[in-house]
């Protein structure tokens, strides 16, 4: 894996996990990736931060003027996943099962599942993530 740092056209940091550049590329030009604070699918990689250790042994960084909260990013978090995938509730398994087969349109879902409906996704080889969000207050 290789970890890009990566800048949307609105300026927003983030990171993202690709397989090689080839990767990145082909996600990027399916519009796949998208930053997590706009939604913004215009994303280009940008020089790594680096840390240098001086003399006095105190590691020398960017700034960290673009550093929101913990609460803050899972908020926006949930708004960019609430956004961009399909709620399909406790149905999360069936309908994977039905887009991996071709049967349904490829498309972002998500939902809930059991251990045993993760087991047989993950037999099938049919990727999927486990994001446990925090409930916010109206």
Same mark, same amino acid.
């Given at each position: 894996?290789?970890?890009?740092?990566?800048? #949307?056209?609105?300026?927003?940091?983030?990171?993202?996990?690709?397989?090689?550049?080839? !990767?990145?590329? !082909?996600?990027?030009?399916?519009?796949?990736?998208?930053?997590? =604070? #706009?939604?913004?699918?215009?994303?280009?990689?940008?020089? !790594?931060?680096?840390?240098?250790?001086?003399?006095?042994?105190?590691?020398?960084?960017?700034?960290?003027?673009?550093? =929101?909260?913990?609460?803050?990013?899972?908020?926006?978090?949930?708004?960019?996943?609430?956004? #961009?995938?399909?709620?399909?509730?406790?149905?999360?398994?069936?309908?994977?099962?039905? =887009?991996?087969?071709?049967?349904?349109?490829?498309?972002?879902?998500?939902?809930?599942?059991?251990?045993?409906?993760?087991? !047989?996704?993950?037999?099938?080889? =049919?990727?999927?993530?486990?994001?446990?969000?925090?409930?916010?207050?109206?």
């Amino acid at each position: 894996m290789i970890v890009y740092d990566l800048r #949307c056209d609105r300026g927003h940091k983030f990171e993202g996990w690709f397989q090689d550049r080839q !990767a990145f590329d !082909a996600q990027k030009q399916g519009r796949l990736i998208s930053c997590p =604070i #706009c939604g913004s699918v215009e994303a280009e990689i940008v020089p !790594a931060a680096v840390n240098v250790v001086g003399r006095d042994s105190r590691p020398v960084t960017n700034d960290n003027k673009g550093e =929101i909260s913990p609460m803050r990013y899972f908020e926006q978090l949930n708004r960019q996943l609430e956004r #961009c995938f399909d709620n399909v509730g406790d149905r999360f398994a069936e309908i994977a099962f039905r =887009i991996h087969y071709g049967e349904e349109e490829r498309r972002n879902i998500r939902g809930t599942t059991t251990k045993q409906e993760e087991e !047989a996704l993950r037999e099938e080889g =049919i990727p999927f993530v486990k994001i446990p969000l925090p409930k916010f207050d109206s």
